[in-house]
T-cell receptor, first 110, second 112 residues
Framework: EDKVVQSPLSLVVHEGDTVTLNCSYE??????LLWYKQEKKAPTFLFML????IEKKSGRLSSILDKKELFSILNITATQTGDSAIYLC??????????FGPGTRLSVLP | DGGITQSPKYLFRKEGQNVTLSCEQN?????MYWYRQDPGQGLRLIYY???????QKGDIAEGYSVSREKKESFPLTVTSAQKNPTAFYLC???????????FGPGTRLTVT
């Protein structure tokens, strides 16, 4: 069965800390992996990854994909309270299908 | 087990036909949402409902309709007016509006 697993499910850190969120997947005919940030509104698109080993960066956020080991990580450096959110990982696979992970709830304390 | 169910996982229809996607939740959530996910794009909000018998258009409501007759159910109808209906549709719910959302497994609709 196609699935996406995220870890940890919940994480509490203090401002300034660096966090690493994990997403592993098992799908048939992988196409891409997506990261979203969900706050008190609709999810915001962060990254789309299709190639292994190529880091994508946006400010303090970065992400990389390992298609051999079937996982991706999302790094957030120098965390701020505004980074508090649920981070969703989703995978697109054959036939333009998607499967979403359960999300990681990140709480950044001042 | 509490959660959101969407059925079926895969749906096929002929062009020109209306089709209704099911979304049911037993989480006792007030708010429910419908999103569309296309390759290479972020999730786009179609419709949302904050309470029974009330719903609002999202960013891409044209060609879609919804109803919210019961708290636990928020079906989405993709009408023949929707120009590009083939997509992955994701339903979500939250305890109250603008709070963390729980997502269903999605339905892949293919219209030929």
């Amino acid at each position: 069965e196609d699935k996406v697993v995220q870890s940890p499910l919940s994480l509490v850190v203090h401002e300034g800390d660096t966090v690493t969120l994990n997403c592993s997947y098992e799908v048939t005919n992988f196409r891409s992996l997506l990261w979203y940030k969900q706050e008190k509104k609709a999810p915001t698109f962060l990254f789309m990854l299709t190639s292994s080993g190529i880091e994508k960066k946006s400010g303090r956020l970065s992400s990389i994909l390992d298609k051999k080991e079937l996982f991706s990580i999302l790094n957030i450096t120098a965390t701020q309270t505004g980074d508090s959110a649920i981070y969703l990982c989703a995978v697109e696979y054959y036939g333009q299908n998607f499967v979403f992970g359960p999300g990681t709830r990140l709480s950044v304390l001042p | 087990d509490g959660g959101i169910t969407q059925s079926p996982k895969y749906l096929f229809r002929k062009e020109g036909q209306n089709v209704t996607l099911s979304c049911e939740q037993n989480l006792n959530h007030d708010a429910m949402y419908w999103y569309r996910q296309d390759p290479g794009q972020g999730l786009r909000l179609i419709y949302y409902s904050q309470i029974v018998n009330d719903f609002q258009k999202g960013d891409i409501a044209e060609g879609y309709s919804v109803s919210r007759e019961k708290k636990e159910s928020f079906p989405l109808t993709v009408t023949s007016a929707q120009k590009n209906p083939t997509a992955f549709y994701l339903c979500a719910s939250s305890e109250v509006a603008n709070y963390e959302q729980y997502f269903g497994p999605g339905t892949r609709l293919t219209v030929t």
